[in-house]
């Protein structure tokens, strides 16, 4: 059973950084896709990065490209998320997402691939 938890979470003002992370359990293989969505009050859920883990394929929304990084530590089995330049709208619960296989190479927001979920961690961004 595949077990994720979200932390780093944080109120952080616009122009600022945090750095999220997601700790994994239970990942037996690195062919896993290993994601990063939000959602906030009132809107859909989005992805906002994705790593395919076996070949460390990153993929970024367009909203968040060239300002957040997605890395993972194999070793310890954590994936961070660094968010750079904060502004308002990147606000969100946060959450990570594992899917076996490496269909998000090709669908990485594609939300029914992603077996397993985190509780969520908040980010709140001030003007």
């Known amino acids: 059973q595949v077990q994720l938890m979200e932390s780093g979470g944080g109120s952080v003002e616009a122009g600022g950084s945090l750095r999220l992370s997601c700790a994994a359990s239970g990942v037996s293989s690195r062919w896993t896709c290993m994601a990063w969505f939000r959602q906030s009050p009132g809107k859909e859920r989005e992805g906002v990065a994705v790593v395919y883990a076996g070949v460390d394929l990153k993929t970024y929304a367009a909203s968040v490209k060239g300002r957040f990084s997605v890395s993972q530590d194999s070793a310890t089995s954590t994936m961070y998320l660094q968010m750079n330049t904060l502004k308002p709208e990147d606000g969100a619960m946060y959450y990570c997402?594992?899917?076996?296989?490496?269909?998000?190479?090709?669908?990485?927001?594609?939300?029914?691939?992603?077996?397993?979920w985190g509780q969520g961690t908040q980010v709140t961004v001030s003007s």
């Open positions: 997402a594992q899917a076996p296989g490496g269909a998000c190479a090709l669908h990485p927001w594609s939300e029914a691939q992603y077996k397993y």
